[in-house]
């Protein structure tokens, strides 16, 4: 799992962005699919980690600190999605000497998705690198995309540097 959530408890840029998110979410609006495209390293992966914080610690002690833009690490669904157990949610990325997101990791998101999430809550699976969903791994995806789910959202994370297929973007 991606180190930054550890690192960067405070949001450093995209306050605004992050608001206009979390308004969405309390009007019930948020879209199923949210695609953060840009640069490597301008920070798009940490604020997905504070939105994802956001939605899932709303009803929690010690929840997220919506005002200063701050992940309290007291809490519970922070140190969840910081170990990825978190029940509600599901981290797809590239693997360790693999040269692309396998179609295998796609089919385990897909079983998680027809779950019945905690709580009757909002499932969030976050895709960092969507550069690396091979044309396999896309074309099993495209589906479930395609088809929203009031319970469910995808958040996609892509370096502008690099290709994305067309059908993702």
């Known amino acids: 799992m991606s180190l930054i ?16 998110l979390a308004l ?4 019930n609006s948020l879209p199923s699919k949210i695609l953060f495209k840009g640069k490597k390293g301008i920070g798009k ?3 997905a980690y504070h939105l994802i914080n956001y939605i899932f610690s709303i009803n929690e002690n ?6 200063n833009k701050i992940i309290n690490e007291k809490n519970q669904s922070y140190n969840l999605v910081q170990k990825n157990i978190h029940p509600n949610f599901f981290l797809i990325e590239l693997k360790e000497n693999k040269s692309s997101i396998d179609i295998s990791q796609i089919r385990e998101m897909i079983n998680f998705t027809n779950k019945t999430s905690m709580n009757n809550s909002i499932k969030i699976v976050l895709i960092d690198n969507a550069e690396y969903l091979n044309i396999n791994s896309t074309n099993a995806i495209l589906k479930i995309l395609e088809e ?3 319970k469910l959202c995808f958040i996609l994370i892509h370096d502008s540097n690099k290709e994305i297929f067309e059908t993702i973007n």
Request: net charge neutral.
């Open 5 to 20: 959530i550890s690192k960067q408890k405070k949001l450093i840029g995209f306050e605004r962005e992050l608001d206009e």
């Open 24 to 27: 969405l979410y309390k009007q």
């Open 45 to 47: 992966c940490t604020f």
């Open 62 to 67: 010690e929840s997220y600190n919506l005002k």
């Open 148 to 150: 929203p789910n009031e």
